[in-house]
């Protein structure tokens, strides 16, 4: 016999404040509101779109929030571009990194990252939290657990549609509607994931990118309406039917139904006594109209939404234009990424910390790895100049979490440091082993005779084009000629290759300046 699944309470906002202890009831999720809409983009208007703005500005966003929603499943190159921008921060590396290198902290965020890694279907979790972009606020409903160790977990986390949020102007909160609960309910602590996205400043029931979009969602839908009926027409000319003033209303009928059999059926029959007249029409210009106000509004819907044209829209441009505009692409995937970490942070790893080794605890940070190779390229360079030259003290933490590198445990294998440049090679390094004789006038002699030998090697190989043309010349006054001429000059100088010498001189000055500290410390 089959064991019968035990019925869940419900939730009781008197009682379940979830500040203490988890919430295991559903709150928002599974409601049956979620599976009726208005469709308020059937017949929309300016004035119908103004009145739905109204009303969320009010604090009502149920209109708003269904709009929204058809807008991305009716317009594709709106959906492309929100699709895009989730998608971006959806597809980086992200690591769970300690509070601090403290044993507690470590397993922390060990705790931490092994929570998030058994989520099932992380990324589009990650995806419906990403929903605040469009609609300025998404909510997503944690259901808590609890493991067989007795410790809370996350057992799922699902979206909530943003049509059941209701604003309390009076209050100044985020409220949820149910059906137990039509006038809406504050949300109860450590329940909800809740995620705002600032397009622009001010209410959050604005600041989503499609409400900036709304109007050019309007404008490209009455052009697209336009452009499909002006297709539908393409190829045929007007059809302008002429009646005798003395025709019936029956014959007004005939004549104007044989005109539109002449449409569908290209074939019909009129009175002797009318006529039919086919009037072409520049269809050609007509249907540039209708396309470049389609393309204009897509255009603008893509610099909302990912801050440029170029990386989305088919246009020409220069290299460095196109770059800039990826980059500004790159800005807005950085500044996503961070907004998530914050709230992620906030709403799921704090409480997962707090439930399990209570409060106080130090919260583990999620960082997403936002630099590419190149520009971890960049970075790594202008770190080795402010470390190895300019001497700067950088800690290793600091490293560790900027280049998104996880902290080798004990006893892990790693990889062996290589030998950097200008440490002396195996023609001039001196071995400095343990010895009696402090004198280090030995090993300086020793140094200096291996590097003479060595650059005379060296400077053979450098002055060899000089050399080359000395041998070419038959007099001293030719050669002085030929070394007067600037151009050959030039020549001659990109053909001798210093760098053989200067990376000696710089092995000597290195083992010679360590020499002499280490006589110094004695």
């Not at 705002?196 to 050019?216: C, E, N, Q």
């Not at 009037?279 to 440029?308: F, H, P, T």
Request: glycine letters at 6%; a negative charge.
């Amino acid at each position: 016999m089959a064991k019968k699944k035990k019925k869940q309470k419900a939730y009781n906002p008197a009682i379940d404040d979830g500040a203490s202890r988890p919430i295991r009831a559903a709150v928002a999720i599974g409601d049956p509101q979620d599976k009726y809409s208005e469709y308020p983009s059937s017949g929309l208007s300016p004035r119908r779109l103004a009145e739905i703005f109204r009303e969320a500005d009010e604090g009502n966003v149920l209109r708003q929030m269904e709009l929204f929603e058809e807008m991305e499943e009716k317009d594709t190159h709106l959906f492309s571009q929100l699709q895009t921008r989730k998608l971006a921060v959806t597809g980086l590396d992200w690591e769970v990194q300690p509070f601090s290198e403290e044993e507690r902290d470590v397993a922390v965020a060990e705790f931490i990252d092994d929570q998030l890694h058994g989520l099932e279907s992380l990324n589009d979790v990650l995806l419906d939290i990403l929903d605040a972009v469009g609609k300025g606020i998404s909510l997503s409903e944690i259901t808590w657990g609890v493991d067989s160790q007795g410790r809370n977990v996350v057992e799922d986390i699902t979206w909530v549609h943003p049509k059941k949020i209701f604003w309390d102007s009076i209050d100044d909160e985020i409220k949820i509607t149910t059906r137990e609960y039509p006038q809406g309910i504050p949300l109860p602590e450590n329940k909800f994931i809740v995620h705002k996205y600032k397009a622009k400043s001010g209410h959050p029931s604005r600041a989503g990118v499609l409400r900036i979009v709304s109007w050019m969602y309007l404008f490209k839908n009455y052009d697209l309406k336009d452009w499909v009926s002006f297709c539908e027409v393409f190829g045929m000319p007007l059809r302008l039917g002429k009646y005798d003033a003395s025709a019936s209303d029956a014959d007004k009928a005939a004549l104007m139904e044989a005109i539109i059999q002449l449409g569908t059926d290209a074939a019909g029959i009129v009175p002797s006594t009318t006529t039919i007249e086919f009037i072409e029409s520049n269809k050609q210009s007509s249907a540039e109209i209708y396309e470049k106000l389609a393309r204009y509004c897509d255009e603008q819907m893509s610099k909302a939404v990912l801050g440029q044209t170029l990386t989305s829209d088919s246009g020409s441009g220069s290299y460095a234009q196109s770059k800039t505009h990826n980059e500004v692409r790159k800005d807005l995937t950085a500044a996503d990424a961070n907004a998530l970490e914050n709230t992620l942070r906030r709403d799921l790893i704090r409480p997962l910390v707090e439930f399990n080794f209570g409060p106080g605890t130090p919260i583990p940070t999620l960082q997403f790895q936002t630099e590419d190779a190149e520009d971890l390229k960049e970075t790594s360079e202008i770190y080795r100049t402010l470390a190895c030259d300019m001497g700067l003290e950088i800690p290793k933490r600091h490293l560790y979490k900027k280049f998104g590198i996880p902290k080798p445990e004990r006893d892990e294998p790693v990889t062996q440091r290589q030998q950097p440049v200008g440490v002396p090679g195996p023609e001039v390094q001196l071995k400095l082993r343990a010895s009696e004789e402090t004198d280090p006038q030995p090993y300086i002699d020793g140094l200096v005779e291996e590097s003479a030998k060595k650059g005379s090697e060296i400077f053979t190989r450098l002055m060899q084009p000089v050399l080359n043309i000395i041998d070419k010349t038959d007099s001293l006054e030719a050669l002085q000629l030929q070394l007067k001429d600037k151009e050959q000059l030039k020549q001659l100088y990109q053909q001798m290759d210093g760098g053989e010498l200067e990376e000696l001189l710089a092995q000597g000055m290195y083992v010679a300046n360590l020499i002499g500290r280490t006589a110094e410390d004695g």
